[in-house]
């Protein structure tokens, strides 16, 4: 794998706390959630290929993938329960 294909851990590690303080948030919930969505949407044609090897390690990417599908749907569910309006 390449330097131009390496994977952006830092918008999943953006998008779950994001996803987090619109949990806690009181009033925010609305605007956190859509940045949480923003870098979940953003990370997922990020991760190409079938397993990425660093450090001595290879990480098979489905699950990775699977993993910001299931998140990007519990943002999205998140979204809408709690009244916010798809801008």
Same mark, same amino acid.
């Given at each position: 794998?390449?330097e131009?294909?390496?994977?952006?851990v830092?918008l999943?590690?953006? @998008? @779950?706390?994001?996803?987090?303080?619109g949990?806690i #948030?009181g009033?925010?919930k609305?605007? &956190?959630?859509?940045i +949480?969505?923003? +870098?979940?949407?953003?990370?997922?044609? &990020?991760i190409k290929?079938? #397993?990425y =090897?660093a450090?001595? /390690? =290879? =990480?098979?990417l489905e699950?990775?993938r699977?993993d910001i599908?299931?998140h &990007?749907?519990?943002? #999205?569910?998140?979204?809408?329960? +709690? @009244?916010?309006q798809? /801008?």
């Amino acid at each position: 794998m390449n330097e131009s294909q390496n994977i952006d851990v830092m918008l999943f590690e953006i @998008g @779950g706390a994001y996803e987090f303080l619109g949990d806690i #948030s009181g009033k925010d919930k609305c605007r &956190l959630y859509e940045i +949480a969505r923003q +870098a979940f949407e953003r990370q997922l044609p &990020l991760i190409k290929g079938d #397993s990425y =090897t660093a450090y001595g /390690h =290879t =990480t098979p990417l489905e699950p990775v993938r699977a993993d910001i599908r299931k998140h &990007l749907d519990a943002v #999205s569910k998140k979204y809408s329960d +709690a @009244g916010c309006q798809l /801008h």
